[in-house]
């Protein structure tokens, strides 16, 4: 049985976690929590005018959504995007 990296991800504050510490996390609740906590921050840039919703931006979002629904999580809340130029 793996042992799961969840003490290895997770630092207070919350910060995003290296790409390659994630790569052999077998816990569904860190990832997710490392998605959400991604998609939180490029809203956050978005809805500062720092960040542009390009079309890649918004299907990154989507995508995060996408897997956060697939694991069974809350989805990120997108609609503000229908109001943006």
Known sequence: MKESKQSN???LPYQLAEP??????????????QLRLH???QIRLIQSGRLAPTPDVVRN?????????????????????????
């Open 9 to 11: 991800i997770i630092n």
């Open 20 to 33: 390659k510490d994630l790569q052999d996390c077998d816990d569904i609740g860190v990832f997710s929590f």
């Open 39 to 41: 998609g939180v921050e």
């Open 61 to 85: 979002l989507n995508s995060i959504n996408e897997l956060l629904r697939e694991f069974g999580k809350p989805e990120l809340p997108l609609e503000f995007l229908a109001d943006k130029p």
